[in-house]
């Protein structure tokens, strides 16, 4: 067996070993760029982004010379409903549907880059990488598992890139994010009727 092929089965292996558990997007955003979500976002940590792919990757900050600016807003019409189905508790099945749960938002983002030199850039991106707002009926068939749910979060990440040289660049930065959220449900008290329960918050 070559080298060669034994590194790379050793590098599958580290990888397939060290593969951590995987969870499912829920709140998160990637509305970072909008010339990126116009090519669904095929490239964008190489690049096609614009200024915004250091989001992804911030090393691409030295694709941009000079001083470069760019402002994002998406608005995200988020529009849901969850229906009861056969096999639901019959207790909360007639409390009905959740209604419409979705709440349109509108997400803002931002990159600037400055390059200081021929091989030094600066540069800082703003975001917001996970959001969003679900609001159901206040009493319907699955109000103890949520009557809302709000997250708000606001990323900002300074970078400092440096270019090695025409096919090599390296940056780093720390990401510094403020993160809250709401979800509430109801709270099921015995001798009171499902229609009537109190709502119970966890805020973080």
């Given at each position: 067996?070559?080298?060669?092929?034994?590194?790379?089965?050793?590098?599958?292996?580290?990888?397939?070993?060290?593969?951590?558990?995987?969870?499912?997007?829920?709140?998160?955003?990637?509305?970072?760029?909008?010339?990126?979500?116009?090519?669904?976002?095929?490239?964008?940590?190489?690049?096609?982004?614009?200024?915004?792919?250091?989001?992804?990757?911030?090393?691409?900050?030295?694709?941009?010379?000079?001083?470069?600016?760019?402002?994002?807003?998406?608005?995200?019409?988020?529009?849901?409903?969850?229906?009861?189905?056969?096999?639901?508790?019959?207790?909360?099945?007639?409390?009905?549907?959740?209604?419409?749960?979705?709440?349109g938002a509108l997400?803002?983002?931002?990159?600037?880059?400055?390059?200081?030199?021929?091989?030094?850039?600066?540069?800082?991106?703003?975001?917001?990488?996970?959001?969003?707002?679900?609001?159901?009926?206040?009493?319907?068939?699955?109000?103890?598992?949520?009557?809302?749910?709000?997250?708000?979060?606001?990323?900002?990440?300074?970078?400092?890139?440096?270019?090695?040289?025409?096919?090599?660049?390296?940056?780093?930065?720390?990401?510094?994010?403020?993160?809250?959220?709401?979800?509430?449900?109801?709270?099921?008290?015995p001798g009171l009727?499902?229609?009537?329960?109190?709502?119970?918050?966890?805020?973080?």
């Open positions: 067996m070559g080298g060669t092929v034994r590194a790379a089965m050793l590098a599958a292996t580290a990888m397939i070993l060290g593969a951590g558990q995987v969870q499912a997007g829920a709140f998160g955003l990637r509305e970072q760029s909008t010339q990126a979500q116009g090519l669904a976002f095929a490239g964008a940590a190489s690049g096609s982004g614009g200024v915004s792919s250091m989001f992804w990757n911030p090393a691409t900050i030295t694709m941009n010379p000079g001083f470069v600016a760019e402002q994002n807003f998406t608005y995200i019409g988020l529009s849901s409903e969850i229906r009861p189905a056969p096999g639901s508790n019959p207790g909360f099945a007639r409390l009905g549907g959740s209604g419409e749960l979705g709440q997400v803002p983002a931002g990159a600037t880059s400055y390059q200081l030199n021929d091989r030094l850039w600066l540069g800082l991106s703003t975001g917001a990488p996970f959001g969003l707002v679900t609001k159901p009926n206040q009493v319907w068939a699955g109000e103890v598992y949520g009557r809302s749910s709000r997250i708000f979060s606001l990323a900002i990440n300074p970078v400092i890139g440096f270019k090695v040289n025409e096919w090599l660049s390296i940056a780093a930065g720390p990401n510094i994010e403020y993160f809250r959220l709401t979800l509430r449900q109801a709270l099921p008290v009727l499902p229609t009537a329960y109190p709502s119970s918050f966890l805020k973080g």
